[in-house]
């Protein structure tokens, strides 16, 4: 799937990866549920920045 499903918010992979609790690594600590549950609502709310890397990365330019 993609990282960033907006159609499909249990199909993107940062969706399965954070619910799934692979990310963030081991070694970086768990995130807590309300982290998860902000990243799930930016996720469902077309996380609009993703948007903008996507199309900063299309176009070859630098991700700031």
Do not use: F
């Not at 982290?35 to 700031?64: D, N, Q, V, Y």
Request: hydrophobic residues 40%; negative net charge.
């Amino acid at each position: 799937g993609e990282i960033i499903d907006r159609d499909k918010l249990d199909e993107s992979l940062l969706y399965e990866y954070v619910h799934e609790r692979v990310m963030p690594p081991e070694n970086e600590g768990e995130l807590s549920e309300q982290e998860i549950a902000t990243i799930t609502g930016w996720i469902a709310a077309g996380a609009k920045i993703a948007e903008r890397i996507e199309m900063r990365a299309k176009a070859g330019l630098s991700i700031p």
